[in-house]
Structure formats: structure tokens, C-alpha cells
């Protein structure tokens, strides 16, 4: 159950990031509305086949803290003046709690790494997309405006991805998967460039620091770059 649970974790990761709709006429929410329902499906999903594991994971203060946030979220949503945007919003927060629990009852079964894998994948996906809109390439999926956006829709979105993606690829690579990963970690370089973000360059630099001063490994760092 938990390994159907994983792969609709894995499928999910990389469909989100492709999922989009032609309708240009939405802008934004041809990509975001498909990516919510994407995440909603894959949440329930995974769910159903891991409720056992999630049952049987001991609460922790953390758990406690993210079940108040999400009944403030609840009521936010209810008392929004854009009840539509407020239920949106409560219900990405309900699906991404509940993959935070899928992931740790994943974890204490021995599937941290095969999840984490298909998420350094989806991140290497979304920067391919935008690095092939920022060299000319042209698809219907693609954003039409804030290029190079790629299948996310806009070029902030992949910053953002590539800024919480290149750790992934980084402890990929430094686990065995060197060769793969270091080229995962120069596509999501080159997208988090282009993207011109100096947020996202921020993040990155920080957490190169982190990998450096806190987790003392930076010999294997200095490999990978």
C-alpha cells in the first residue's frame, strides 16, 4: 500500500509541473488551476493507499502546529471577501499537509529516496521547459508573458522551483547519483539565471552556506559544481 502510495507521489511531482491548459485567455490560471488539481488528486490518492502508515505515525508539536494553521486558513477562507481565491488557497494548504504526512509515514518506511528523486526529476523538468521558451522554443504550454516561465507560467514560479530544487540535487548527487545529478544541478543553474531573480539568488546562495558551514561537505560540494 505504502509503494502506491509512492508512486502516485513520484507521478504527481512530474505531472504537476507539466500540467497546463491552451485556454491563453485565463493567463495564470491555465497553469495554476490544473497544478491545484493535480496536487488535490494526488493528495487524496496517496492518502487512501498510506492512511494505515499515517495512523500509526505518533503526533508530534509540529503536527499540532500545522492543524491550528489549518483551521485559521478555514477561517480566513470563510471570512475572504473572494470566497473562490480563500477556499483555493484552504484547500492547497489541506493538500499540502497531508502529502507533509503521506512524505514522513513514506520516510519511516525506507522510501525517503526514491520520493526524493522523482522530485529532483520534476525540478530538472521545469527547468528544462523554461530554458527551451528562453532559447525560442515555442508551445502552447508555454507562458506567453514573464518569459521564461515554461509550464509553471511565469519566471519567478521556476526561480522559486529551481531555488528549492537544487538542494534536492545536490544531496542526490552527493548520495551516488553524481553524474546525473551534477547535470540536474547545471540545467537548474542556467534556468535559475535566466530567470533573474535576485530572491531566488539569494535563497541559492544561502543555502550553498548551509551546505557548506552547517553539513560540512564541501569538498563533495565543490565536486558537484
Known amino acids: 500500500m505504502r509503494t502506491a502510495a509512492l508512486r502516485i507521489l513520484q507521478i504527481g511531482a512530474i505531472v504537476i509541473v507539466l500540467a497546463a491548459s491552451t485556454l491563453t485567455v485565463f493567463d495564470l490560471d491555465r497553469f495554476l488551476v490544473p497544478k491545484e488539481l493535480v496536487l488535490h488528486v494526488a493528495a487524496l490518492l496517496a492518502a487512501l493507499f498510506a492512511f494505515g502508515a499515517i495512523r500509526r505515525t505518533a503526533f508530534t508539536r509540529v503536527d499540532w502546529i500545522l492543524i491550528t494553521y489549518l483551521l485559521l486558513s478555514g477561517a480566513s477562507a470563510l471570512l475572504a471577501t473572494n470566497r473562490w481565491l480563500g477556499l483555493r488557497g484552504f484547500a ?134
Do not use: K
Open 92 to 225: 492547497v494548504t489541506a493538500s499540502g499537509i497531508l502529502i507533509f504526512w503521506i512524505a514522513r509515514a513514506l520516510r519511516e518506511a525506507g522510501f525517503d529516496r526514491p520520493l526524493l528523486n522523482a522530485l529532483a526529476i520534476a525540478v530538472v523538468l521545469a527547468a528544462i521547459t523554461a530554458l527551451l521558451q528562453a532559447y525560442g522554443v515555442s508551445m502552447p504550454l508555454f507562458a506567453l508573458t514573464r518569459i521564461p516561465g515554461g509550464t509553471l507560467g511565469n519566471r519567478n514560479f521556476v526561480a522559486h522551483v529551481a531555488a528549492f530544487g537544487l538542494p534536492l540535487l545536490f544531496l542526490a548527487a552527493m548520495r551516488g547519483r553524481f553524474v546525473l545529478a551534477s547535470c540536474g544541478v547545471a540545467i537548474v543553474a542556467a534556468s535559475l539565471v535566466l530567470t533573474r531573480s535576485r530572491g531566488a539568488w539569494l535563497a541559492c546562495a544561502v543555502m550553498l552556506l548551509l551546505f557548506i558551514v552547517v553539513a560540512r561537505v564541501w569538498t563533495r560540494l565543490l565536486g558537484v559544481l
